[in-house]
T-cell receptor, first 112, second 112 residues
Framework: QKEVEQNSGPLSVPEGAIASLNCTYSDRGSQSFFWYRQYSGKSPELIMFIYSNGDKEDGRFTAQLNKASQYVSLLIRDSQPSDSATYLC????????????FGAGTRLAVHP | DGGITQSPKYLFRKEGQNVTLSCEQNLNHDAMYWYRQDPGQGLRLIYYSQIVNDFQKGDIAEGYSVSREKKESFPLTVTSAQKNPTAFYLCASSDRGQNGYTFGSGTRLTVV
């Protein structure tokens, strides 16, 4: 069974700090990785995706991928209370339509 | 604007009753998916469809049924055989590329 593992949290950080969210996956053949943000009671929204080893930056978000270690992370710089949400890591099973396997999510709480 | 529409937002089911959740997309995506989310848990795949008139079971298909008669529509029926249907149901779609999913706003189903 292919798996995606995340620490459930909650991860509590002060406003303005860097939040670091981690995800490990079991399938060495995985090629692409997705981070979704889900506010309480709402549906997930895609915030980042990464295909290549190394870092990918988009505004305050940085995704980091290490395929050798089967590890992908999401850094949120200058964390804001509005970043408080659950962050889901997702990895495709493969095939043309990339059926996604989701981790259980890490709950982030940013306090003023 | 393109997107995915799920209806209704809230649905109440009596014991022994079948109910159908609607999912419509105008993104011209080939693939569509149904996930279930229980409180504090990740997303579990119920059914998915990569093409019209074809669909496959996901990890938790028992007690559910789907149809894909049109590219735009992928309704989910929760049958009386599903003994614990109270959950948040999410519909998603994707294209042929590695672009992740677009989610609908979800349907919250409660057994009364």
């Amino acid at each position: 069974q292919k798996e995606v593992e995340q620490n459930s949290g909650p991860l509590s950080v002060p406003e303005g700090a860097i939040a670091s969210l981690n995800c490990t996956y079991s399938d060495r053949g995985s090629q692409s990785f997705f981070w979704y943000r889900q506010y309480s009671g709402k549906s997930p929204e895609l915030i980042m995706f990464i295909y290549s080893n190394g870092d990918k930056e988009d505004g305050r978000f940085t995704a980091q991928l290490n395929k050798a270690s089967q590890y992908v992370s999401l850094l949120i710089r200058d964390s804001q209370p509005s970043d408080s949400a659950t962050y889901l890591c997702a990895v495709p099973l493969g095939g043309g339509y990339n059926k996604l396997i989701f981790g259980a999510g890490t709950r982030l709480a940013v306090h003023p | 604007d393109g997107g995915i529409t799920q209806s209704p937002k809230y649905l109440f089911r009596k014991e022994g009753q079948n109910v159908t959740l609607s999912c419509e997309q105008n993104l011209n995506h080939d693939a569509m998916y149904w996930y279930r989310q229980d409180p504090g848990q990740g997303l579990r795949l119920i059914y998915y469809s990569q093409i019209v008139n074809d669909f496959q079971k996901g990890d938790i298909a028992e007690g559910y049924s789907v149809s894909r008669e049109k590219k735009e529509s992928f309704p989910l029926t929760v049958t009386s055989a599903q003994k614990n249907p109270t959950a948040f149901y999410l519909c998603a779609s994707s294209d042929r590329g590695q672009n992740g999913y677009t989610f609908g706003s979800g349907t919250r189903l409660t057994v009364v």
